[in-house]
């Protein structure tokens, strides 16, 4: 059934989504490493930063790239405030880590319905970036999507690398990573890092959502699914390592883009999980190495 | 006859040996204790003993059978009960409760008779309450059987976890720091439990660090320092032993001769 | 008092108080569903609602009320009950009671199976674990279209009934599960009073004391989620069988935060928690005209407010159980 002439151009398009993948992963270690929190409504940043960036572009008409940046700089501003709201109160009270999950999962819902309210329930995609037809590279087609999506996450993920080893606060980060209270001990104000991390944290799951919107559609419910696959990126990286996590995002990726080769789209989630259970069961660590 | 045998008994954490070829025997009658200065490797002995930590090498043996690697559970259920030396209550249960918690490897009723509550359940559940009253009344505790675990004083809560340990009928019961945090009041009457305890047929091996405890409870003391045995006898043989002096001296401990330790809980 | 070992003060256990504290929630229950049995129409509608989902949450109760287990995917067992009851009564003719019993063996077969190896994991781990087994059941009924229909979802599912006999009008059904609703209660109360119940406790308050005394932890574990998952699954088939359609949306995510915002309203650990909870939940949007389009988002952010301001739910009014 399969027609294995088409994997090399499978395996280009698990690319793609592979790096998406990775910039969500990235998200979920970010917070981690700064507070112990695995946030599970990573998905919500996904979701609004495509539903955002299409809202500006359509009620507003602002050409691409400025929509694209406004609505990562809204979703940044809104992953403080999720952590002013429901993070830092329950952070404060020192809340089990259950009633953390509970109540980030409760916020992916809320941000989801009123998604739902005020933009609709059909979905909704944006225009390729680069609306020129797919360059032939030895019989596979590159679209310029996926250009897009590669270079951006990799300026991205140069970008935040430059963060944490050149300035201050991204080294401070990197103290809290290895030892919360060691960190604080030394004068770091461990809060402001944690507001800090869920800002990086949703505008970089904002800007996967936005780069890989063309190539499929968004719509309110698209983000749980996506923060699952984060998840895994970052469970196959070894958990707090942001780089690993976007090896993982991308090993992800692959592994999804054959699955849908060889049991169809319909099933790319459930290969996913699928994915996930595995690595859970057999391998916690990580392919990586153990999380801290 | 031994009740229990270890021998060779190594484990390592990494590169460190937190208990290092211990071989030592206790006899089925009386109350033996582990003494030592702290990071001897006591507590790492305990969870050797009691299934919750494989050692590394050596061989620990039950009432002759080869218990080494087995489960807690499995461990637990060939009659040899450990306590912990940080409480480990059920806090949302009763004092009683808690105790009952304790016939489970002596009841048999399952899911169904459970919900059927057959004359058989109910006759199990009647004897667990009796048995599970006397132990409380043994420790001093059936006044307070209804009141939730976590509302008992800290000397109290570590009573009560002692009848639940009792309420399996061990034939080995492991004391880790049963005095910890207790006043002198309350560990002369431990100190009598304990005493009652070994002479209804229970094995008692405990750790601690209360000396008067151990000096007026204990029939033999094992002493260890750093991981390895470097005493065995009675607690008038111990006492003069110069290896035991030595290492007592030579820890901030202070000498384990008549050292009345008054921490509250 | 014979014991001269005695070092307690005394002071007697003081009982009679807590009596109308334990009486309370249960008169609350009894009146609302008499209401709705007099009342019939819609308030009879609204607390069969209310009543189905009351099944889940003694489920989802005994799993992680009673031994304080983390499952965020108790919703793909209700999803497997229901459809398994869908299926085999609309496509295949069977009879729904038979078609529920299948259910809820595939369903207690799949906790089996998934069980196993999932409450092995820890913290995240298992929170994502369980997250994900709900989705892969949402993705499957949603793909699965020659025998779910996909997101069309299945219509003409028969209500409950035997033989020739079937409960139609609201007030039978409200009093059928209303009768349901009371078993399972009874049926998990005797549950915690009992050895099985005391074990799942001992669980919750400490793994290591709990295996010290013999208990297999792992085994009493997966009886939890076993028990759990049946449940899930009675509740899926009882609003299948109710409504006469079910669509992947009724399982959904939703469901997971409806249900833990019932669980956490009501009184985690409680026996009567999950009923009063439920029966709240439901009602509370009802006295809100035009309330229904907000209501995951007010469900979701009533249980971010509750987790923040009051973390033991309104249990506190009612329980003598502390939760820490």
């Known amino acids: 059934m399969a027609d294995f002439s088409y994997i090399p151009q499978v395996l280009v398009s698990g690319l793609g989504i592979g790096c998406v993948y990775g910039l969500i992963g990235i998200g979920f270690c970010v917070i981690y490493n700064a507070s112990g929190i695995v946030n599970f409504a990573q998905g919500a940043f996904v979701m609004l930063g495509g539903m955002l960036t299409q809202g500006l572009l359509q009620r507003y008409g602002l050409p691409l790239l400025p929509a694209a940046l406004v609505a990562i700089a809204i979703v940044a501003l809104l992953g403080v405030v999720l952590e002013r709201v429901v993070v830092r109160p329950l952070w404060d009270r020192k809340a089990t880590m259950f009633t953390m999950i509970l109540a980030t999962l409760a916020a992916q819902i809320v941000i989801e319905r009123v998604t739902l309210l005020v933009g609709g329930d059909q979905p909704k995609t944006l225009p390729m970036f680069t609306d020129l037809p797919p360059i032939q590279v030895s019989g596979v087609a590159v679209s310029y999507q996926l250009l897009w999506i590669v270079g951006s996450s990799l300026l991205a993920v140069a970008a935040l690398a430059a963060f944490f080893r050149l300035t201050r606060t991204g080294k401070a980060m990197r103290a809290c990573a290895i030892n919360r209270e060691a960190a604080a001990l030394q004068g770091i104000p461990v809060s402001r890092m944690l507001a800090a991390a869920f800002a990086i944290s949703a505008a970089l799951g904002a800007m996967a959502g936005i780069l890989i919107t063309p190539t499929q559609y968004t719509a309110f419910n698209v983000g749980v699914p996506f923060a699952i696959s984060g998840f895994i990126a970052a469970i196959v990286g070894g958990f707090g390592r942001p780089f690993g996590a976007f090896l993982g995002g991308l090993m992800l990726g692959l592994v999804q883009s054959l699955a849908i080769l060889g049991f169809g789209a319909g099933l790319k989630t459930v290969a996913a999980l699928s994915v996930l259970l595995l690595f859970l069961f057999i391998r916690p660590s990580g392919l990586l190495g153990a999380a801290k | ?265 | 008092m014979t014991s001269s070992l005695s070092i307690t003060s005394p002071e007697a256990p003081r009982r009679s108080w807590l009596s109308w504290r334990v009486a309370l929630p249960y008169g609350f229950v009894t009146a609302v569903v008499a209401y709705a049995a007099v009342a019939g129409g819609y308030p009879a509608t609204v607390v069969s609602f209310a009543l189905i989902y009351a099944v889940f949450v003694i489920g989802l109760n005994l799993f992680m009320g009673f031994a304080n287990q983390v499952s965020f995917g108790q919703n793909a067992f209700a999803a497997i009950g229901g459809y398994t009851s869908a299926v085999l009564t609309a496509t295949y003719g069977w009879e729904p009671l038979p078609a529920m019993a299948a259910g809820m063996l595939g369903a207690v077969a799949a906790a089996c199976a998934i069980g196993y190896p999932t409450l092995r994991l820890k913290g995240h781990y298992l929170a994502m674990g369980t997250l994900a087994i709900g989705l892969i059941v949402y993705e499957i009924t949603v793909e699965w279209q020659s025998v779910t229909q996909g997101y069309m979802g299945l219509s003409g599912i028969p209500p409950l009934g035997i033989g020739g006999y079937e409960i139609t009008s609201d007030r039978g059904q409200l009093l059928m599960l209303a009768a349901v609703v009371a078993g399972a209660t009874f049926l998990s109360a005797r549950l915690r009073g009992s050895r099985i119940g005391r074990a799942l406790s001992a669980v919750a308050g400490s793994e290591e004391a709990a295996r010290a005394l013999g208990i297999p932890v792992a085994r009493y574990k997966l009886l939890a989620f076993l028990l759990s998952a049946a449940l899930a699954s009675l509740s899926g088939s009882l609003f299948v069988h109710v409504v006469g359609f079910v669509s992947p949306e009724v399982f959904g995510l939703h469901m997971v935060i409806l249900t833990f915002t019932m669980l956490y309203v009501g009184g985690i650990g409680t026996i009567a928690g999950p009923v009063v909870g439920a029966l709240i939940i439901s009602l509370l949007p009802e006295t809100f005209r035009g309330f229904k389009d907000y209501q995951d988002l007010a469900y979701g952010a009533a249980l971010i407010v509750m987790l923040i301001y009051a973390p033991k739910g309104l249990s506190s009014l009612f329980s003598i159980r502390r939760r820490p």
Do not use: C, W
Request: proline share 5%; no cysteine; hydrophobic share 45%.
């Open chain 2, 1 to 265: 006859m031994n009740r229990l045998v270890l021998q060779n008994v190594t484990r390592r954490f990494g590169g460190l040996v937190a208990v290092d070829d211990m071989s030592f025997s206790v006899p089925e009658a009386g109350v033996t204790a582990v003494i030592g200065p702290n990071g001897a490797g006591k507590t790492t002995l305990f969870s050797l003993i009691s299934g919750f930590l494989p050692p590394s090498s050596g061989r620990i043996l039950f009432d002759g059978a080869d218990i080494t690697g087995l489960a807690p559970e499995k461990v637990a259920g060939r009659g040899l009960v450990r306590t912990f030396q940080l409480v480990k209550l059920f806090e949302d249960l009763t004092t009683l409760e808690n105790v009952k918690v304790g016939r489970h490897l002596h009841t048999r009723s399952g899911l169904l008779a459970a919900l059927a509550r057959t004359p058989a359940a109910r006759r199990e559940e009647r004897e667990v309450e009796a048995r599970a009253l006397e132990l409380l009344t043994f420790v001093g505790l059936k006044l307070k059987a209804d009141t939730p675990a976590s509302g008992l004083s800290y000397g109290q809560q570590r009573l009560l976890e002692m009848a639940r340990a009792l309420a399996a009928e061990p034939r080995l019961v492991l004391l880790d720091e049963p005095a910890a945090g207790l006043n002198g009041e309350e560990s002369a009457a431990l100190s009598r439990i304990i005493r009652r305890i070994a002479e209804t047929g229970t094995t008692v091996l405990l750790i601690e660090h209360d000396m008067t405890l151990v000096m007026n409870t204990a029939d033999r003391v094992v002493v260890v320092d750093f991981g390895r045995k470097i005493a065995e006898g009675t607690p008038g043989e111990v006492r003069v032993d110069p290896a035991v002096i030595a290492a007592y001296l030579g820890s901030a401990e202070t000498a384990p001769i008549a050292r009345k330790d008054a921490r509250h809980g």
